[in-house]
């Protein structure tokens, strides 16, 4: 009996131990499975944690570019909301500055007067309280301005232009005129009158008729011979010409020296045009001075024409002056205070 007990409890063990093996290699193809399952599973969570990252890192970039977007728009949104008054002040500056410089480089005082007038428009428009001290200081400008006195280069220029075409028409002391007073080469002797010789006839008695004819053919011949002398006098004194020379370089200039005189004299004209249209006046009075100095040295000082020339030199020398530009200062000067304020 003990044996067959153990046999059967031999042979349940035997089976408990297959049973074991069975579940436990069940259990290890299982597990086998479920590792290979979770290393797929942990490659496909590295990809999308990889994927992840990369989103991330675009969503970031995308959030620094926004931020940067955002700012600019916060800038763009103040620009544009700025009140009337700061962008009225600001165009008026900015205008005033520009035709200054405009001013500055033309000569000219327009610009700046219509730049003046606009923004006195401007501020009477906007009828602002605030900004009354600017249009005030905006209309002191104005009339400093108006007042101001400019060289006008154009009528400058012209006249400038008339000297030169007078230039080649303009007599030379060499060819002067011989002074007043000296016969010319055709005078003749005043002739005698008839009735000088009848009463010389009739105070001369007649003693005899012989005597009346000799007397008489005697003073024919006397005269004739004394208006024969007398014209050759004249015709003598005709050949020699006194004249006062002041300047004995000018009388003996040639021909061809008093041409190029002449031509320096045109390039010393066109000279003085350029220093004025370029608003160089010192160098136009230097030129315009030496152009009087030559008209006064070889040119006829008895002349008319040489004489208006001068005069008009002498006024376009005088009108040519350096003149300081007035400068929007108060009105520049307002609009900084009022921007101070702000």
Same mark, same amino acid.
Not at 95 to 108: F, V, Y
Not at 176 to 199: D, F, W
């Given at each position: 009996?003990?044996? !067959?007990? #153990?046999?059967?409890?031999?042979?349940?063990?035997?089976?408990? !131990?297959?049973?074991? %093996?069975?579940?436990?290699?069940?259990?290890?193809?299982?597990?086998? #499975? %479920?590792? *290979?399952?979770?290393?797929?599973?942990?490659?496909?969570?590295?990809?999308?944690?990889?994927?992840?990252?990369?989103?991330?890192?675009?969503?970031?970039?995308? $959030?620094?570019?926004? /931020?940067?977007?955002?700012?600019?728009?916060?800038?763009?949104?103040?620009?544009?909301?700025?009140?009337?008054? @700061?962008?009225?002040?600001?165009?008026?500056?900015?205008?005033?500055?520009?035709?200054?410089?405009?001013?500055?480089?033309?000569?000219?005082?327009?610009?700046?007067?219509?730049?003046?007038?606009?923004?006195?428009?401007?501020?009477?428009?906007?009828?602002?309280?605030?900004?009354?001290?600017?249009? &005030?200081? $905006?209309?002191?400008?104005?009339?400093?301005? &108006?007042?101001?006195?400019?060289?006008? $280069?154009?009528?400058? !220029?012209?006249?400038?232009?008339?000297?030169?075409?007078?230039?080649?028409?303009?007599?030379?002391?060499?060819?002067?005129?011989?002074?007043? *007073?000296?016969?010319?080469?055709?005078?003749?002797?005043?002739?005698?009158?008839?009735?000088?010789?009848?009463?010389?006839?009739? +105070?001369?008695? #007649?003693?005899?008729?012989?005597?009346?004819?000799?007397?008489?053919?005697?003073?024919?011949?006397?005269?004739? *011979?004394? &208006?024969?002398?007398? /014209?050759?006098?004249?015709?003598?004194?005709?050949?020699?010409?006194?004249?006062?020379?002041?300047?004995?370089?000018?009388?003996?200039?040639?021909?061809?020296?008093?041409?190029?005189?002449?031509?320096?004299?045109?390039?010393?004209?066109?000279?003085?045009?350029?220093?004025?249209? =370029?608003?160089?006046?010192?160098? /136009?009075?230097?030129?315009?001075?030496?152009?009087?100095?030559?008209?006064?040295?070889?040119?006829?000082? =008895?002349?008319?024409? !040489?004489?208006? +020339?001068?005069?008009?030199? &002498?006024?376009? *020398?005088?009108? =040519?002056?350096?003149?300081?530009?007035?400068?929007?200062? @108060?009105?520049?000067?307002?609009?900084?205070?009022?921007?101070?304020?702000?």
């Amino acid at each position: 009996m003990a044996v !067959v007990a #153990s046999l059967a409890l031999a042979w349940m063990t035997q089976q408990r !131990v297959k049973l074991l %093996e069975q579940q436990l290699v069940a259990r290890q193809q299982q597990s086998q #499975s %479920e590792s *290979g399952e979770a290393l797929v599973l942990a490659r496909q969570s590295q990809d999308t944690a990889r994927d992840s990252a990369a989103r991330m890192a675009l969503l970031e970039a995308r $959030v620094a570019e926004a /931020a940067v977007q955002r700012n600019q728009l916060d800038e763009l949104i103040q620009s544009l909301t700025r009140s009337r008054d @700061e962008n009225l002040l600001a165009d008026i500056e900015a205008a005033l500055r520009i035709s200054q410089q405009q001013a500055a480089l033309t000569g000219s005082l327009e610009p700046l007067m219509a730049s003046l007038r606009q923004a006195d428009e401007r501020l009477a428009r906007h009828n602002q309280p605030r900004l009354e001290r600017v249009r &005030r200081a $905006v209309l002191r400008d104005l009339e400093r301005v &108006r007042a101001a006195s400019q060289v006008d $280069v154009a009528t400058l !220029v012209i006249r400038l232009d008339e000297v030169t075409r007078q230039v080649d028409d303009l007599p030379m002391t060499a060819l002067a005129k011989t002074l007043a *007073g000296l016969p010319s080469a055709g005078a003749s002797p005043a002739p005698v009158s008839a009735s000088s010789h009848a009463s010389k006839d009739a +105070t001369t008695p #007649s003693n005899t008729p012989s005597t009346g004819t000799w007397d008489q053919a005697w003073r024919e011949a006397t005269q004739w *011979g004394l &208006r024969g002398l007398s /014209a050759a006098w004249a015709e003598l004194r005709s050949l020699v010409r006194i004249t006062r020379i002041d300047n004995p370089e000018a009388v003996l200039s040639s021909p061809e020296q008093q041409y190029f005189l002449r031509e320096n004299l045109k390039l010393r004209l066109l000279n003085a045009r350029l220093a004025l249209l =370029s608003r160089q006046f010192d160098v /136009a009075q230097s030129d315009l001075q030496d152009a009087q100095r030559t008209l006064e040295r070889y040119f006829d000082p =008895s002349s008319r024409r !040489v004489l208006s +020339t001068l005069d008009l030199l &002498r006024q376009v *020398g005088q009108l =040519s002056r350096q003149v300081s530009l007035p400068r929007p200062d @108060e009105t520049l000067a307002a609009l900084a205070a009022v921007n101070t304020l702000r």
